[in-house]
Every structure is written in structure tokens, then in C-alpha cells.
């Protein structure tokens, strides 16, 4: 059974940092592809960041690029967002979750579940 457990979210002034935590459980998740997914009010659920099981390489949405950092650690079987220079149009529940290759905005989970995501809220 995949569990997926979203930390490290709160509430942060524009600006500010956070960093995100994603504990994977239930399935061997280092030779998944995972991503951060973020969705705000009234908005679909979108695909801000993700890295792939073989390299490591991350993929950023325009919006988040050079600013957030995605990274992963198999061994502890965690994802990890870290998120500076925080603006206004961030705030979302963030979810994480295994996603296929190619990645884009639009990319899905590739589970079917979902945690319950971490609230991030910013403040101007």
C-alpha cells in the first residue's frame, strides 16, 4: 500500500523560504520519477517540479524556476522542495507523488493515491 506524507508547509511572508518533505512508503520509489505537485483555489492541480530515479535530474515549471530545488533521497525515501523567494501566486496545497516521463505542467500522478498535502500560504 503507497503512502505518500507531505510536511513542512506553513505559512511564510513573500519572500521567505520553506522546505517541503515527502516520506514515501509502501513501494520501492527509487526507481520512480517523482514530482512536486501543487493546487491552488479554483486552479487544476499542476506539476511545478520533478526528478527523475536513474540521475537526478530535475524539471522546473517556468514560474518556480530558479527558485524552488527539487532533490530526492532514495535511501530515506523522501522528496524534498525547497522553496525561496516565496511570491503571492504560490500558495497551494502541495502534494507529491511518482509522475512519468516526459514531465510537463500538465503531467499526472502516477499513483492513484494522494496524500493529503501540505498547506503553504504566503503573506505580502
Known amino acids: 500500500q503507497v503512502q505518500l506524507v507531505e510536511s513542512g508547509g506553513g505559512l511564510v511572508q513573500a519572500g521567505g523560504s520553506l522546505r517541503l518533505s515527502c516520506a514515501c512508503s509502501g513501494g520501492t520509489f527509487s526507481v520512480y520519477h517523482m514530482g512536486w505537485f501543487r493546487r491552488a483555489p479554483g486552479k487544476e492541480r499542476e506539476l511545478v517540479a520533478a526528478i527523475t530515479w536513474t540521475d537526478g535530474k530535475p524539471y522546473y515549471v517556468d514560474s518556480v524556476t530558479g527558485r524552488f530545488t527539487i532533490s530526492r533521497d532514495n535511501d530515506k525515501n523522501t522528496v524534498y522542495l525547497q522553496m525561496n523567494s516565496l511570491k503571492p501566486e504560490d500558495p497551494a496545497v502541495y502534494y507529491c507523488?511518482?509522475?512519468?516521463?516526459?514531465?510537463?505542467?500538465?503531467?499526472?500522478?502516477?499513483?492513484?493515491?494522494w496524500g493529503q498535502g501540505t498547506q503553504v500560504t504566503v503573506s505580502t
Open positions: 507523488n511518482a509522475v512519468l516521463w516526459p514531465f510537463c505542467a500538465n503531467s499526472k500522478g502516477t499513483f492513484d493515491y
